[in-house]
């Protein structure tokens, strides 16, 4: 079964390629693109369309590899050796199951999501190329393997924060998810407003794409942050006519603070509204 995307996704052709050829190839899917543009929704709605398992492994700074295999809870089993808990006889006990772990046990083939991989130290993607290729791991404290009942579909989003390790890069399929054009993003936007008034969109959609224009910004406006916007327009009831001045020249959006998130942004498109004002 292919991925076409879903009623809730809209995935470009390049994008249903990849993701076809990671799944037919058995290998990692590393997807990359800017803060925003669906990456995590992807394994998501991958999951929805193969009517698969979905599971999520979410990466922080002081995530290790060895948590997405297993982990040995030595803490309670020595305050049940203490308690005299007849537990603490079998080592198993105390082994907690990771990500990785639930994946290859799964009974149907899941799709699992380690997300934003770019946010854990320069060495945890190397020390994830075994389990990952091989598709095994062994467990010490019980001395034995596990081995993965079949291959899950790997999804990994990296936002580009730090390089990653040409060896782990060899293992994985890529694709970067461009930011959508005005077509794609008028796709994805009547995907979440099927009813919004075309005047209102466009409106919306030329001081969307002028401010992601803006030479300097620290924080480029994303699809999802577009999304917001819209939806804060709607509640609001803002008129088309609020997005531009009269004259047709830029003026600061109502509601800027969906789209703009810092005040460097802020405070630099102010100062070019003022300028083009003059």
């Not at 808990?85 to 772990?101: A, E, F, S, T």
């Not at 899941?110 to 598709?135: C, G, R, T, W």
């Not at 993965?148 to 390790?165: G, Y």
Request: with cysteine; proline share 6%.
């Amino acid at each position: 079964m292919a991925f076409t995307g879903t009623s809730d996704y809209i995935a470009t052709k390049e994008l249903q390629l990849a993701v076809n050829a990671a799944i037919t190839l058995e290998r990692p899917l590393l997807i990359k693109g800017e803060p925003g543009t669906g990456k995590t929704m992807l394994a998501e709605e991958l999951a929805k369309s193969l009517d698969a398992p979905l599971i999520q492994w979410h990466i922080k700074s002081t995530t290790k590899a060895q948590q997405g295999l297993y982990e040995y809870d030595a803490v309670s089993r020595l305050r049940d050796s203490q308690l005299g808990d007849d537990r603490v006889h079998d080592i198993g006990n105390y082994i907690v199951k990771g990500k990785l772990w639930q994946a290859f046990e799964s009974e149907q083939r899941p799709v699992l999501l380690i997300d934003e991989i770019d946010k854990a130290d320069i060495e945890f993607p190397n020390d994830l190329l075994l389990e990952l290729d091989k598709m095994e791991f062994f467990v010490y404290e019980t001395q034995k393997r596990v081995v993965a009942k079949q291959r899950p579909i790997v999804i990994i989003t990296s936002n580009n924060e730090k390089e990653l390790p040409d060896a782990f890069l060899r293992r994985c399929f890529f694709h970067y998810i461009n930011f959508p054009t005005p077509d794609e993003m008028r796709q994805i936007v009547d995907v979440h407003f099927p009813d919004l008034k075309k005047q209102l969109l466009d409106e919306a959609m030329s001081s969307f794409f002028e401010l992601r224009d803006v030479p300097g910004l620290k924080k480029k406006p994303s699809t999802s942050e577009l999304i917001d916007w819209l939806k804060l327009l709607v509640a609001e009831d803002i008129p088309p006519e609020a997005l531009h001045n009269k004259d047709g020249k830029t003026t600061i959006p109502p509601l800027y603070g969906a789209l703009l998130k810092n005040e460097q942004d802020i405070h630099l498109f102010e100062k070019l509204v003022f300028m083009a004002r003059r």
